[in-house]
């Protein structure tokens, strides 16, 4: 299995509240994403990077950030939680950009009350 | 933009019977990849099988095959003798061949459901 931990691994928090997620790899692997699943949604991008402090948005990004201050580590930051982003979140990691297959960490369930 | 579309929310087949998982997709693009995944309760993100546009021949792991019909869009999964362990949601996802500056990540259809009667 690819080396990937997030945490925490469930988070309840309440709304108005700042939450950061953490995703860690121990592949050395140059691409980091954050995805989240909702029911009828399937998974859809938040924020990739493809090195150390280069970041950009994806499909769903509005209300988060990101930053990847080392290559191992992949933070996603909610400044200000809304019940609307209650979700789980997937960290995932890739050698190349396109075509290789991702590897995905275990998901971060986050309710926000 | 990529489109991928699961149009069964929910399948049910037989242990030991053969289902086969519908999915189809949107893009502008000649090359690129398909991939199907599993997730289990556990919830975990499996990779099942892959396929790269630019090769004829379908894919195939084991009991599970792909339909691969590159001019209608179409990536479906086959999985033959099906055991208890299948169980789980099963998402289609797309991922091009050339980025633009950046990785793009994976675009997911929105997944079935695939229940095992025993």
């Known amino acids: 299995d690819a080396g990937i931990t997030q945490s925490p691994r469930h988070k309840v928090t309440e709304t108005g509240t700042p939450v950061t997620l953490r995703c860690h790899q121990t592949?050395?692997?140059?691409?980091m994403y954050w995805y989240r699943q909702d029911p009828g949604h399937g998974l859809r991008l938040i924020h990739y990077?493809?090195?150390?402090?280069?970041?950009d948005k994806g499909e769903v990004s509005d209300g988060y950030s990101v930053s990847r201050s080392k290559t191992e580590d992949f933070l996603l930051t909610l400044e200000s939680a809304t019940s609307s982003q209650t979700s789980v979140y997937f960290c995932?990691?890739?050698?190349?950009?396109?075509?290789?297959?991702?590897?995905f960490g275990q998901g971060t369930r986050l309710t926000v009350v | 933009a990529q489109t991928v579309t699961q149009s069964q929310p929910e399948m049910s087949v037989q242990e030991a019977e053969t289902v086969t998982l519908s999915c189809t997709y949107d893009?502008?693009?000649?090359?690129?990849?398909l991939f199907w995944y599993k997730q289990p309760p556990s919830r975990q993100m499996i990779l099942v099988i892959r396929?790269?546009?630019?090769?004829?021949q379908n894919a195939t792991e084991n009991r599970f095959s792909v339909n691969f019909q590159k001019a209608a869009k179409s990536f479906s999964l086959k999985i033959s003798d099906s055991q208890l362990g299948d169980a789980a949601m099963y998402f289609c996802?797309?991922?091009?061949?050339?980025?633009?500056?950046?990785?793009?990540?994976?675009?997911f259809g929105k997944g079935t459901h695939l229940i095992i009667q025993p």
């Open positions: 995932a990691i890739s050698e190349f950009p396109t075509g290789e297959e991702a590897f």
């Open positions: 592949e050395n692997h140059r691409y």
């Open positions: 990077s493809y090195g150390v402090k280069d970041t």
């Open positions: 893009t502008s693009e000649s090359d690129y990849y």
């Open positions: 396929q790269e546009a630019y090769k004829q």
């Open positions: 996802a797309y991922r091009g061949m050339y980025s633009g500056g950046g990785a793009d990540g994976l675009t």
